[in-house]
């Protein structure tokens, strides 16, 4: 952590940028207090960088909207009930919140919106003390009411009042409780914990679109895992994830090696590192990370003893299903609900071409399936060798390097990337004489059968095949 000296000329530097100091002048002159306020001022004081910009004011929603429309013509509502509006000053995006107090009823996913009156009250009731701090602008004083800067240079996480009250009145800061401990690698005061335990069930009010967000936030920092521990140990993750710690019960081999649960998180840890390693794009690669997490949910439901050991046979699929259900009751998109699925479907794929080298088909066809998640399913497939046996993981790791060697020979002589056969439906029907239906997607499946088996034959000779498979049809 930076010098306090350090980091109060980062906060000087923000204050002095001229769409803080235009904001500041005007709020001022009309008689409104004016602060940046939260993550900004804490990222400041950490030597973090800051990029949002989040403020908080006395004045009313109507009030700081006539503020905004007398320094720019960009402003919109972000919130208005909620007492938020947004600018774009000096080409900066800004929000400005009226001072809060909110609670939540006991059965209500949304909050009774009420304004506070002075910095203060608004701070002590923000989720964490390191967040309760406050730029009061223009005049540079720092507002810290329950020892917010105490906590950022001891590395903990505590709220400003009670945590009973705090997580009453917004369920939803248990979550970012566990997204802070690993976004800044902060221990979670243990008074905290036990609230997060005793009040997890109250989660269950709130959006299953807020409970997805703040999970993307957790997996999106550089080390998801401490948080995931903390929702985990908590109880929190039973709540909207309990195919996740399903897995601590589900052990490989009597319990010889770690625990899936255990071998999850390594999986996960280890898919980062390679996304990182490898110049993945995009990153942090969400889709990647959730089926790094998921990618063995299929094992609780599949196993099975036989032969005196433990057997998990096709949790592969059976993890596909489970992971789609869940994706579509946190509410994701279609899409990442689709590319998660065949990551986990598909992981499994790769494992016994180390025992027998496959044949070109079996490369193709490997590719035709992965498609667009063919650099994901790379990443996965690495990241799935946890064992300790040196020369096992030695052993798969070189078959892989041999996979994705032929993956990029037969890509460069083939176009492998958009494997299809010679003739198109078009084509199929013009030679065949046939109308649009069934019999044409079966000719194009055949077709692409012989394309993976063989490579590229040429349009002449797929003609004549087409031909010959045709007169057998009858």
Same mark, same amino acid.
């Given at each position: ?77 972000? !919130? ?12 900066? @995006? ?62 903990? @996480? ?6 009973? *009250?705090?997580?009453?009145?917004? =369920?939803?800061? $248990? ?50 895992? =401490? ?14 994830? =309990? ?40 990153? =942090?690669?969400?889709?990647?990370? #959730? *089926? ?5 949910? !299929? ?23 489970? *992971? ?27 494992? !016994? ?25 790379? #990443?996965?497939?690495? *990241? ?43 084509? #199929? $029907?013009?030679?065949?004489? #046939? ?40």
């Amino acid at each position: 952590m930076p010098t306090l000296a350090e980091s109060m000329e980062a906060l000087r530097t923000i204050a002095a940028s001229a769409p803080v100091a235009t904001l500041a002048r005007a709020f001022a002159d009309r008689g409104h207090e004016f602060a940046l306020v939260g993550g900004p001022v804490r990222d400041a004081l950490l030597g973090r960088s800051v990029t949002d910009l989040d403020f908080t004011t006395s004045a009313r929603p109507d009030e700081t909207r006539a503020i905004l429309d007398s320094l720019t013509q960009n402003v919109w509502d972000v !919130g208005r009930d909620f007492g938020t509006i947004a600018a774009r000053v000096h080409g900066e @995006i800004v929000e400005i919140t009226t001072y809060r107090a909110d609670t939540y009823r006991d059965d209500s996913r949304k909050p009774e919106v009420s304004f506070g009156d002075s910095i203060e009250g608004d701070l002590v009731r923000r989720d964490f003390t390191i967040n309760a701090l406050a730029l009061m602008l223009p005049d540079m004083r720092l507002v810290d009411v329950s020892d917010g800067v105490e906590d950022l240079l001891a590395g903990r @996480i505590r709220t400003p009042g009670s945590p009973e *009250a705090s997580f009453t009145d917004d =369920p939803l800061r $248990m979550l970012r409780a566990a997204r802070f401990a690993s976004q800044l690698g902060f221990e979670v005061v243990p008074e905290t914990q036990a609230a997060m335990w005793e009040f997890a069930k109250r989660l269950d009010i709130i959006s299953a679109e807020r409970v997805r967000d703040e999970f993307v936030k957790l997996l999106s920092t550089a080390d998801p895992i =401490p948080g995931i521990r903390l929702l985990v140990e908590t109880g929190l993750a039973e709540r909207f994830l =309990p195919e996740l710690t399903a897995l601590l019960a589900t052990q490989d081999d009597h319990g010889r090696h770690k625990d899936v649960y255990e071998h999850s998180l390594t999986v996960l840890r280890q898919a980062i590192e390679l996304e990182s390693e490898r110049g993945h794009e995009p990153s =942090p690669d969400v889709v990647l990370r #959730i *089926a790094a997490l998921l990618h063995d949910i !299929g094992k609780p439901a599949t196993r099975r003893f036989e032969r005196g050991g433990v057997t998990f046979h096709h949790h592969d699929v059976v993890g596909a299903k489970l *992971a789609k259900k869940r994706l579509r009751e946190l509410r994701f998109d279609n899409d990442t609900i689709k590319r998660v699925a065949r990551l986990v479907e598909l992981h499994l794929r790769f494992f !016994g071409y180390s025992d027998q080298q496959w044949t070109d088909s079996a490369v193709r066809r490997y590719v035709r399936d992965a498609g667009d998640e063919l650099d994901r399913l790379h #990443i996965l497939t690495r *990241a799935d060798v946890t064992t300790r046996n040196r020369r096992k993981a030695e052993r798969l790791a070189h078959a892989y390097d041999d996979i994705e060697r032929r993956i990029g020979e037969l890509a460069e002589a083939e176009e492998l990337a958009a494997v299809r056969p010679e003739l198109d439906g078009e084509r #199929i $029907m013009a030679l065949l004489g #046939i109308p649009p239906g069934p019999l044409v997607g079966r000719a194009y499946r055949y077709l692409l059968e012989v394309r993976l088996d063989e490579g590229p034959i040429g349009v002449a000779e797929a003609e004549q095949r087409l031909r010959e498979w045709y007169e057998q049809q009858g």
